[in-house]
């Protein structure tokens, strides 16, 4: 965004984020040579959970549109990607391609319909989309499978090992969230928080709302479309449950807990809730009495999610150092 | 049709709060299941009657409605997404809850003795409790509407629904009428449920077939009309009944294809007037 010359805050913030990213990196790269399969897995599922959480935040806090049939999108990439490879025999990469472009595809036809509507009623139809996917591939068996799914897609031959499904999740969603991460900080980007904060605002300087939101949500949708054809290549199988609702209110807890005002806010909740489902469900049958517990815990004490209170505490300890060095305190703004 | 009534009931009270105070309760089949299970519990554990039964629940979910938004969810005021994912949560802190307490298991519960018969009408034969339900519905959606027209409080409610501020300067504590509004609504979803219980067997999930239908149908009939949501109920049951008969494949998105061109066509419902637009 900023071209040229970059304040000393700003430069310090650059290094500070690379530091943070470095750090992210080295361990992503170093997990598999320590970490069991088990754990392998599981970082992989955490990881392409990050990019639909991610995505899904373009639309929750960047638009301000509460997409409740988010996994629908998901569950179109999927199924595309483990159609194409498994009934059509399509090579790896059209498939793996075609995923995204037909989720986006989706995703522009509903939303289309979708951002007529406001508020509750984008969720509800948004909610219905997700539904009538779900029933599709759930009745639809000679495409689908129905409610046996489709296990056992195949994956070429250099993704064979599970290390390399790891390594290949990993690069793919950072290539991806980085790619959102500009889009964020874009002219595009700002335009989606002018419309949250203040559509009529928007409207006047000449925006037009509905066309931003459909993008804005085709794309978000195109995203889904790569969790999804990532997902099958994780876990080789594809079942319609994917796109029931409370797995598209597993993404919107994502969302929430990590903070939806802050971009890395989703993925740090995707990966506390990926890990936390797994520990829990090892010990308990009652995962969704505590999901239940941390949405209520999440919704009523910190709606800003961890980043919020991370950004809280860390605004009020640079105040007080700030005001021991006896200098004007200016309360640390956000990064975003 | 008589599943067509029990809908209206959780129909209407899901209606009657999203109407009127904006707030999507997604908890509102998991008040039902209580209902239900509140219903079992007294008819069969206490070995009281059922209609005993049936005014504990009412009463018994009402007040756990009243305790919900007088402590929790009237925090939230003004934050329409934030409410409904949580009221999501409820929902699965509900669903666990009854589990624990209950177990797994199915339970049933008998048709009262008063409407334990069957007629026969026209060659098919009928239960005579689904009969009751089918007359029971009409006559609440009438008390409904009726009080919510005519009476004082149903003017003040639909005066909170129109402008919240405007009724808070007349004096009127509107926390506290939202907070009576919620209890009701959810005394109708405790009611239904209670009612619902000898038609099917209540276990856990069983708030799952009815919650969104029951959205559908407040969707379709348009917010806080009675009478809307009503006939959106009994379009709702045919669709179900014909849907199955004819297209079973389609059977489970009839619904929602429904409440999709609905809002794609007429958002404002079938009853409503294209008034509000935001």
């Known amino acids: 965004m900023s071209t040229g010359q970059v304040p000393a805050t700003a430069r310090s913030r650059r290094l500070r984020a690379a530091a943070v990213g470095l750090v992210v990196l080295a361990g992503l790269g170093v997990l598999p040579f320590v970490g069991s399969q088990y754990l392998l897995y599981l970082n992989s599922q955490a990881l392409f959970m990050i990019l639909a959480a991610v995505s899904l935040n373009l639309l929750v806090g960047y638009t301000g549109l509460f997409s409740y049939g988010h996994v629908a999108y998901l569950g179109v990439g999927a199924y595309t990607y483990a159609i194409l490879t498994q009934t059509a025999h399509a090579n790896f990469w059209l498939a793996f391609f075609a995923a995204p472009v037909v989720a986006g595809l989706f995703a522009l036809l509903t939303g289309y319909f979708c951002v007529r509507l406001t508020a509750i009623y984008f969720s509800f139809v948004t909610l219905a989309v997700a539904q009538i996917s779900w029933a599709t591939a759930y009745k639809w068996i000679g495409l689908t499978g129905g409610d046996s799914g489709m296990p056992g897609v195949a994956v070429p031959t250099f993704l064979m090992s599970p290390r390399a499904v790891y390594f290949f999740i990993a690069a793919v969603v950072a290539l991806l969230v980085m790619v959102m991460h500009q889009v964020t900080h874009s002219p595009f980007g700002l335009i989606l928080n002018t419309m949250r904060e203040n559509p009529n605002r928007a409207l006047f300087i000449g925006v037009n709302i509905k066309r931003a939101q459909i993008v804005a949500f085709s794309l978000a949708g195109l995203m889904a479309g790569f969790a999804g054809a990532l997902f099958v290549i994780n876990t080789r199988s594809i079942f319609p449950n994917v796109m029931l609702v409370t797995r598209s209110i597993d993404l919107i807890i994502m969302v929430v807990l990590g903070g939806m005002y802050h971009f890395w806010g989703p993925a740090i909740g995707a990966v506390m809730i990926v890990y936390l489902m797994d520990v829990i469900k090892a010990r308990t049958e009652y995962w969704p009495l505590v999901l239940g517990v941390l949405i209520a815990v999440v919704v009523l004490a910190m709606p800003t999610g961890v980043t919020g209170v991370v950004e809280r505490i860390y605004g009020w300890l640079k105040l007080r150092w700030e005001k021991r060095q006896n200098t004007v305190a200016v309360p640390g703004e956000g990064s975003g | ?278």
């Not at chain 2, 969810?73 to 409410?83: D, M, V």
């Not at chain 2, 334990?116 to 006559?139: A, D, E, S």
């Not at chain 2, 379709?220 to 949501?229: A, C, Q, R, W, Y």
Request: proline letters at 4%; hydrophobic letters at 55%; one cysteine or more.
């Open chain 2, 1 to 278: 049709m008589s599943y067509a009534m029990s809908l209206f009931l959780i129909a209407s009270g899901l209606s009657l709060i999203l109407g009127v105070m904006g707030i999507v309760n997604f908890a509102h089949g998991s008040l039902y299941m209580v209902g239900a299970y509140l219903t079992w519990w007294v008819s069969t554990s206490l070995g009281a009657s059922f209609w005993v039964g049936v005014l504990c629940s009412m009463v018994g979910v009402g007040v756990l409605g009243l305790l919900m938004q007088r402590f929790l969810i009237s925090r939230l005021y003004g934050r329409s997404e934030l409410q409904l994912l949580f009221t999501f949560a409820f929902v699965l802190i509900f669903g666990d809850l009854l589990k624990l307490l209950f177990g797994v298991l199915p339970k049933g519960v008998a048709y009262p003795v008063l409407f334990n018969g069957i007629v026969h009408f026209g060659g098919t034969r009928f239960p005579t409790y689904n009969l009751f339900l089918i007359v029971l519905g009409p006559i609440i959606a009438y008390l409904l509407h009726v009080g919510e027209r005519r009476t004082r409080i149903g003017r003040v409610v639909r005066a909170a629904a129109a402008n919240r501020e405007m009724v808070g300067t007349l004096g009127i504590d509107v926390g506290r009428i939202f907070t009576v509004v919620f209890g009701l609504g959810a005394l109708l979803a405790g009611l239904g449920g209670a009612l619902a219980s000898p038609t099917t067997s209540v276990q856990p999930g069983m708030d799952v077939p009815v919650i969104l239908p029951a959205f559908v149908a407040v969707v379709v009939g348009g917010l806080g009309s009675f009478g809307g949501t009503f006939v959106a109920c009994l379009i709702i049951g045919q669709v179900q009944v014909f849907g199955i008969l004819y297209l079973p494949r389609l059977s489970e998105s009839f619904v929602f294809i429904l409440m999709a061109l609905v809002l794609a066509f007429r958002p404002w419902g079938l009853s409503n007037k294209p008034l509000r637009t935001s």
